[in-house]
């Protein structure tokens, strides 16, 4: 499987990133700017599960704002879907380590949200209301928030709120997903109880995922691949691939295999940094 | 008996307690030094004053209060409008920035006599006084709420191919209302300084023009005036208070959420 995913993607990715460079704030601005990427390419094909893993600094956010159009490269392309990104995508769901819901919406007006923005939910929102509303509860029961839709956001717990704002990140079956640190706050417990979430929201239905991370068991547990940025600016150094059986356990995160990858990963991301 | 006194000291009596406190210190005051009243009446002279002339403090407050609240709604009106424009536009923000604390700046007083110019003495300059005074205070934080919309949060919305407009909707101006009351609260006690600075200069109604008629004359009444004033300013507040808790619960119970990023 994951070998089928590696082979589209050398034929043409789904996300197609090619020899790009980002310098935040121009080459006009003082020193410069900040040259954040540079050279850097990398593909992820359809329904494959991505995790970036880098020294903090290197611009694994900002590889995630390019792919989805928040911000243009200044050198380069960056494609989805064969066509080049040029402003924001509306295929793409995005969560971030901070879970970021509107306290003055109820849990499931929260995950209903990009309903209300995203064509063609957009149109049919008003009149379809309850039956958004039933997905909408649906999926906040598989990551186990049933009973808490009508809580406001700051009644739940710091991984209740990821949690709801993964359910907002995929409301409206985005073909792309993107997290940024998505469990870096929590502790843990709660964390590897989300991979789980994560992985069978996954397997179930196979949406494109780029998951960004500084755990490295996380990015083994979950990924098909491997990716490990430079430091800024950053360019890709290593794929390293996990050909793990799924659905993958917390029970055999101990395994030797398991580790072996996740040793790899640890020594070329402290050659990376020590190379600065 | 227990309950009793658990309430004399619970925090929702302490305004009742300090101020009874004061007037008792005021009267004590007045009485054992023997001040003139024509300096300062004591508090039971002022009461006194304040029922016998109550017809006339009242329709000059009743003007005071029409000219208070007719420019403090002008100045939501306006100041919200102001303040989403400049919130939501870096460049109006920068364009307009400068005219606004330039115009803060000037003190209101000094305003008057080119109202009395453009536009006559009474009701019309009292209004605008107090429009003029106490729209600054909203536009400001109106514009800080919209403004300060979490990246993160545009971010998600923008990647969903959000239009500015949706997110000024969804996101920026539900999230400015907790900044819009609060700065309703220093609006209403300030739009009553503005009516009543016009007053004492450009009207020959209301309790400012009360006040300069009353000096030196009727000094008890003026001091009745003058309270009724404050009263009202506090009752003022207290709607202002209570509407703002009405409509931005979240924003005081969800102090984790919103506390961080927002100083709530
Ligand atoms: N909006 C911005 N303006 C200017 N520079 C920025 C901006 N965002 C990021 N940078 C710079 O770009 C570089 C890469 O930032 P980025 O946020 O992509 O790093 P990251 O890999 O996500 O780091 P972390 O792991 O700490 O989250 C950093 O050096 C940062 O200072
Ligand atoms: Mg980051």
């Known amino acids: 499987m994951a070998g089928q995913a590696a082979a589209q993607a050398t034929a043409s990715p789904f996300v197609d990133i090619a020899d790009v460079a980002l310098t935040y704030g121009g080459a006009a601005a003082k020193g410069g700017g900040t040259l954040a990427l540079e050279h850097c390419t990398l593909g992820v094909g359809k329904g494959e599960f991505v995790a970036v893993v880098g020294p903090s600094g290197c611009g694994k956010s900002t590889l ?4 989805s159009g928040l911000h243009p490269p200044s ?8 066509e080049a990104v040029t402003r924001p995508l509306k295929i793409v769901g995005m969560a971030f380590q901070n879970p970021i819901m509107l306290p003055w919406r109820t849990t499931l007006a929260n995950v209903l949200l990009p309903l209300e923005i995203v064509e063609p939910h957009r149109s049919r929102f008003r009149r379809e209301r309850a039956a958004y509303a039933e997905r909408a509860r649906r999926l906040l029961a598989t990551v186990n928030l049933a009973g808490f839709e009508e809580r406001f956001p700051w009644q739940l717990s710091g991984g209740m709120q990821q949690r709801a704002s993964l359910c907002r990140a995929l409301i409206h079956e985005p073909e ?3 997290l940024d640190e998505p469990f870096a706050a929590l502790d843990a417990f709660t964390r590897e109880e989300l991979w789980d979430v994560l992985q069978a929201l996954w397997l179930e239905r196979r949406f494109t995922c780029v998951l960004v991370t500084h755990d490295l068991r996380e990015a083994v547990y979950l990924a098909d691949r491997v990716v490990v940025i430079s430091n800024r600016p950053g360019r890709v150094v290593m794929e390293q691939a996990v050909g793990l059986p799924r659905p993958r356990r917390l029970a055999n995160a101990w395994d030797r295999d398991f580790v072996d990858l996740v040793h790899v990963l640890r020594d070329k991301i402290s050659e990376v940094r020590q190379a600065a | 008996m227990g309950t009793f006194w658990r309430f004399l000291r619970s925090p929702a009596f302490a305004p009742w307690l300090i101020t009874a406190g004061l007037l008792l210190v005021w009267e004590a005051y007045c009485r054992l030094l023997d001040v003139s009243p024509f300096v300062l009446p004591a508090p039971t002279t002022i009461a006194h004053s304040m029922v016998r002339f ?3 403090i009242w329709i000059n407050a009743e003007q005071t209060l029409f000219t208070t609240v007719a420019g403090f709604a002008l100045a939501v009106g306006f100041g919200l409008a ?3 424009a400049i919130g939501a536009s870096p460049w109006l923000y920068q364009a307009l920035y400068p005219l606004l604390i330039g115009f803060n700046a000037i003190p209101k007083v000094a305003l008057v006599p080119v109202l ?3 536009v006559g ?7 605008i006084t107090a429009f003029s005074i106490s729209f600054f205070p909203i536009v400001v934080n109106v514009a800080t709420g919209v403004a300060t919309v979490e990246p993160e949060l545009r971010d998600v919305l923008r990647s969903l191919g959000a239009r500015q407009r949706d997110i000024l909707v969804k996101v ?5 209302l907790p900044y819009f009351f609060a700065s309703l609260k220093i609006a209403i006690t300030l739009a009553f300084v503005g009516s009543v600075i016009s007053e004492t200069v450009a009207a020959n109604r209301g309790i400012g023009y009360l006040m300069v008629k009353d000096a030196g004359e009727n000094v008890p009444r003026m001091f009745a005036a003058l309270i009724l004033v404050a009263v009202l300013a506090v009752v003022m507040y207290g709607v202002a208070a209570l509407v703002e808790r009405r409509f931005t619960h979240w924003a005081t119970r969800g102090v984790d959420q919103a506390g961080g990023t927002t100083g709530f």
């Open chain 2, 54 to 56: 109550w017809p006339a």
């Open chain 2, 82 to 84: 102001l303040g989403v």
């Open chain 1, 176 to 178: 792309l997903l993107l």
């Open chain 2, 116 to 118: 009395i110019v453009w």
């Open chain 2, 172 to 176: 920026a101006i539900p999230r400015s």
């Open chain 2, 121 to 127: 003495i009474g009701t019309i300059p009292a209004i």
């Open chain 1, 75 to 82: 050198a380069g392309r960056v494609a989805v879907d064969g």
């Open chain 1, 64 to 67: 995630l704002k390019l792919v």
